[in-house]
């Protein structure tokens, strides 16, 4: 499915539509170029979830976690870091929720991952020539019938 996404208030919008739709133990996986848009729908799917508090990227930080929600927002980005890093980091104990309570799981530049969970919803983002973003969102063995409805009516 692509989505036309005209401007970030757009982009937060659905961000809030997933976090309102998505379940706890959801995996989201978004890709993309600095400035389109990857932190704007984690706020978005924050906003969904019920979390007040500031969602911001935590490219130095590396994971955020957000526990106030429905339930928890786990918001990971791997920018700065090299796939070797990346398995370092065990992040299966996120998705498969053995040491952490299950939420949402979030991952910025999740092409860096040298590995994947078996279920995600993947989300990559671009750069319109206008201005706008586009967001080809597809999922790997999870159903999102009930999220693609609730997209189905959401203009950019």
Known sequence: MNILLTDAEATLRLGIILGQNMTAGSVIL????????????VQGIGQGLGITESIV???FTLINEYTQGHFPLYHLDLYRLEPSE?????LETYWEGFEVMPGIVAIEWAE????KPDIYLSLVLTHGDDGTRQVKLTSCNCSIHKLIRSISGFVG
């Open 30 to 41: 978004l890709e993309g170029d600095l400035g389109t848009g990857k932190t704007t729908l």
């Open 57 to 59: 990227s935590p490219t």
């Open 86 to 90: 990346v398995i370092a980091l065990n």
């Open 112 to 115: 860096r991952m040298p590995y």
